[in-house]
């Protein structure tokens, strides 16, 4: 090759998209492992409250990624403030949970404690993605 090079932004986008996708794959699982239900199961089988509350920790957790992106613009960086946020989203659901058993709400389709688990998942991600920032 008569002096090709590949643009270190090109480089940059490749190496930050592959590192939030595994991030956003390890989230899932590891959400769904320690809720009281499988996402992955009980979506599949057409539960709607269970895809409406995990659309609500994917989103909560994309937020903050994408601030962590913006602020640190460094890989390891990002991938500490996705571990921080995604505990973070773990354990709202897990307080949640305590609470007031959204978790077998969710398994009971019942939809509106489902929303309300999505919206206080996707408020504290943007929390999280704001306090990044500083």
């Not at 590891?30 to 609500?56: H, L, M, Q, W």
Request: glycine share 6%.
């Amino acid at each position: 090759m008569s002096g090709y090079t590949i643009d270190p932004g090109f480089i940059n986008f490749i190496s930050y998209l592959l590192t939030s996708v595994a991030l956003l794959a390890s989230f899932m699982v590891i959400y769904s492992v320690t809720t009281p239900y499988n996402e992955f199961r009980e979506v599949k089988d057409g539960n709607v409250a269970a895809a409406v509350a995990f659309s609500g920790a994917i989103l909560g957790f994309i937020f903050p990624l994408m601030a962590a992106i913006f602020y640190t613009h460094s890989l390891v960086e990002m991938a500490k403030w996705a571990t921080i946020t995604g505990v973070v989203q773990m354990i709202l659901f897990q307080v949640l949970h305590k609470l007031n058993g959204c978790g077998n709400c969710i398994r009971q389709r019942k939809v509106a404690p489902a929303i309300l688990l999505a919206a206080l998942s996707i408020a504290v991600g943007m929390l999280n993605a704001i306090s990044i920032s500083y």
